[in-house]
């Protein structure tokens, strides 16, 4: 069995938007029965903030009521060994791509984008931070990561063939 493909997604403090975007990749690759061939993994650019935390509470309760749970996450910052042992490292706006190229070795910089950019004709480029707003915020995260996840899905689908 070749091994999965691995995922990283990242934000600043790995509460809020990229262990959403994990959930919710894992959750919808698990339903296509894409789930061995790939893992999910998030991580923060600031993690280090926040260590060993749960994810935001806001985003555990709008996650659990689509159907995603976020229970068993934890966050942590991005390390070196993430740059090799990821296959694609996808960060949730222009910001954390930055701090990512900033810490990013040379010849790991192509595994470098945007989760967005897996959402076709979506318009926006960045998935906006919810933290220091209302619950309608982390519901926006969820319906952006979904598009984008269905989008890295069948990208990843169509690369390895399937499965």
Same mark, same amino acid.
């Given at each position: 069995?070749?091994?999965?493909?691995?995922?990283?997604?990242?934000?600043?403090?790995?509460?809020?938007?990229?262990?959403?975007?994990?959930?919710?990749?894992?959750?919808?690759?698990?339903?296509?029965?894409?789930?061995?061939?790939?893992?999910?993994?998030?991580?923060?650019?600031?993690?280090?903030?926040?260590?060993?935390?749960?994810?935001?509470?806001?985003?555990?309760?709008?996650?659990?009521? &689509?159907?995603? =749970? *976020?229970?068993? $996450?934890? +966050? @942590?910052?991005?390390?070196?060994?993430?740059?090799? #042992?990821?296959?694609?490292?996808?960060?949730?706006?222009?910001?954390?791509?930055?701090?990512?190229?900033?810490?990013?070795?040379?010849?790991?910089?192509?595994?470098?984008?945007?989760?967005?950019?897996?959402?076709?004709?979506?318009?926006?480029?960045?998935?906006?931070?919810?933290?220091?707003?209302?619950?309608?915020?982390?519901? &926006?995260?969820? =319906? *952006?990561?979904? $598009?984008? +996840? @269905?989008?890295?899905?069948?990208?990843?689908?169509? #690369?390895?063939?399937?499965?």
């Amino acid at each position: 069995m070749a091994k999965p493909y691995r995922v990283l997604f990242v934000c600043m403090g790995n509460i809020c938007r990229s262990p959403i975007a994990e959930a919710v990749a894992r959750t919808l690759a698990q339903r296509q029965g894409l789930g061995r061939d790939l893992d999910f993994d998030s991580a923060g650019t600031h993690g280090h903030y926040h260590a060993g935390e749960a994810p935001d509470p806001r985003a555990r309760r709008v996650a659990a009521r &689509r159907g995603y =749970d *976020l229970s068993r $996450l934890r +966050a @942590r910052a991005v390390i070196d060994a993430d740059f090799d #042992r990821s296959d694609r490292i996808l960060a949730m706006d222009e910001a954390n791509l930055a701090s990512l190229r900033r810490q990013c070795p040379e010849e790991s910089r192509s595994k470098l984008g945007l989760f967005l950019d897996y959402a076709a004709g979506l318009g926006i480029s960045e998935v906006p931070d919810p933290y220091y707003g209302a619950e309608s915020g982390f519901e &926006r995260v969820i =319906d *952006l990561c979904e $598009l984008a +996840a @269905r989008g890295l899905l069948a990208d990843l689908a169509g #690369r390895r063939g399937g499965r």
